[in-house]
Antibody, heavy 115, light 112 residues
Framework: EVQLLESGGDSVQPGGSLRLSCATS????????MTWARQAPGKGLEWVST????????HFADSVKGRFTISRDNQRSMLYLQMDSLRAEDTAIYFC????????WGQGTMVSVSS | DAVLTQSPLSLAVTLGQPASISCRSS???????????LAWYHQRPGQSPRRLIY???YRDRGVPDRFSGSGSGTDFTLTISRVEAEDVGVFYC?????????FGQGTRVELK
């Protein structure tokens, strides 16, 4: 069974940083691209970033480019999202998503950015 | 960016009746491979999204066959042949052909 367990969400002030983690199991992590997506309160889904199988290539939404970094540890089957220079508009539930075809989603971790 | 526009944004349906949701893309979603990477997701209240349909018309494992996807390069449809109570929630289309990946605004489905 595929499992995706996000952690690291918290309340931070604008300009702050957070690192989200996603522990995965139930599939061959190293063989798949992985994705972070988010959903602001009461809003729709937004793709944030995708990383290649090796970690050598990544893509970012314009809204987070230059502020967020995605990484992975294939030995530990872990996915990460380093979020810097956080803004109020980054407030959302952040989902760890299996593959670049979004075939399985974690339960999400809440990030709240406010002063 | 490939902007996905869903309609309607809200849908009140009767149990056992059919329902359909449209998703239109501002760009063709035909990939250079010839595949169309258009998917449909369902999000029940308080839950994370679940993918129902991928590559235009393939149902994910465990998805009831009352759900079907169809369409062409820019116009897509999710059809529910007979709505059940568990179908309440928000349905999203999403594309995986172009960067950045994008989603439609969502269609909220409720029971009459």
């Amino acid at each position: 069974e595929v499992q995706l367990l996000e952690s690291g969400g918290d309340s931070v002030q604008p300009g702050g940083s957070l690192r989200l983690s996603c522990a995965t199991s139930g599939f061959t992590f190293r063989n798949l691209e992985m994705t972070w997506a988010r959903q602001a309160p009461g809003k729709g889904l937004e793709w944030v970033s995708t990383i290649s199988e090796s970690g050598g290539t990544s893509h970012f939404a314009d809204s987070v480019k230059g502020r967020f970094t995605i990484s992975r540890d294939n030995q530990r089957s872990m996915l990460y999202l380093q979020m810097d220079s956080l803004r109020a508009e980054d407030t959302a539930i952040y989902f760890c998503v299996k593959g670049s075809a979004f075939d399985s989603w974690g339960q999400g971790t809440m990030v709240s950015v406010s002063s | 960016d490939a902007v996905l526009t869903q309609s309607p944004l809200s849908l009140a349906v009767t149990l056992g009746q059919p329902a359909s949701i449209s998703c239109r893309s501002s760009q063709s979603l035909v990939h250079s491979s010839g595949n169309i990477y258009l998917a449909w997701y369902h999000q029940r209240p308080g839950q994370s999204p679940r993918r129902l349909i991928y590559m235009l018309s393939y149902r994910d494992r465990g998805v009831p066959d009352r759900f079907s996807g169809s369409g062409s390069g820019t116009d897509f449809t999710l059809t529910i042949s007979r709505v059940e109570a568990e179908d309440v929630g928000v349905f999203y289309c999403g594309q995986g052909t172009h960067w950045p990946r994008t989603f439609g605004q969502g269609t909220r489905v409720e029971l009459k």
